[in-house]
């Protein structure tokens, strides 16, 4: 059950991370999630060779999670967490974390939203290329889902509080991110991928 743990604790954590941004060469600045996401896509795809099925439970199973995570944040250990790192002046991330307290029920959705659509068509890019090579199938989706993981996310987040060509910016940087991390991942895939996922 190491796949699909990897692949929860990643979506969790990129999550968490969303609104703690880092300068990112031509691109301004891009969340520290956005690294961790990078993962998740890949991470989906490890899962495949269990079949559709389990897949989407686990997807499902991550939205789910991921909003009471986001949720408790909000209402109950997050604004705490804030006080006690602007009490040790850390302002990167009270600054951080206090965005994410302040716009999280956007990003509740947001997250919800992007990961159901974005992992469904991760999914469904991924099945129709099971028969061809392990880097062919995780590269050719990741194409598809990244960007509109990333293209959703934002806009539901984060339009109207960021200005268009910040907005812009993130996302495109994030879509570089994401691909780039999400490949080198790749190179590192489990004995069972080597062979064709399963057809169910």
């Known amino acids: 059950m190491m796949p699909p743990l990897i692949y929860l604790l990643a979506v969790l954590g990129a999550n968490f991370t969303a ?15 956005t690294f961790i996401f990078g993962i998740t896509f890949t991470q ?10 389990f897949v989407y439970k686990v997807i499902f199973l991550s939205a789910i999670l991921n909003l009471i995570f986001l949720w408790s944040f909000k209402h ?6 804030v006080a ?11 600054d951080g974390f206090g965005n994410l307290v302040a716009s999280s029920t956007r990003v509740f959705i947001a997250s919800f939203v992007a990961i159901i659509l974005a992992e469904a ?8 290329l099971r028969h061809r090579s392990w880097l062919v199938r995780v590269s050719r989706s990741n194409a598809v889902s990244i960007p509109l993981d990333s293209m959703l996310f934002n ?21 570089i991110v994401k691909f780039s991390v999400g490949a080198v991942y790749a190179l590192f895939r489990p004995p069972e991928e080597a062979a064709a996922p399963a057809a169910v």
């Open 121 to 128: 068509t991760d999914t469904e890019v991924y099945h129709r």
């Open 44 to 53: 989906r795809d490890r899962m495949h060779s269990r079949g559709r099925p």
């Open 84 to 94: 006690w790192l602007e009490f040790a002046d850390n302002l990167w991330l009270r």
């Open 155 to 175: 806009l539901i987040a984060f339009a109207g509080i960021f200005p268009w060509p910040m907005l812009i910016s993130i996302a495109f940087g994030e879509v």
């Open 76 to 81: 109950f250990w997050g604004p705490p967490l």
């Open 19 to 33: 609104t703690l941004f880092i300068p990112f060469p031509v691109f301004g600045q891009v969340a520290l999630g």
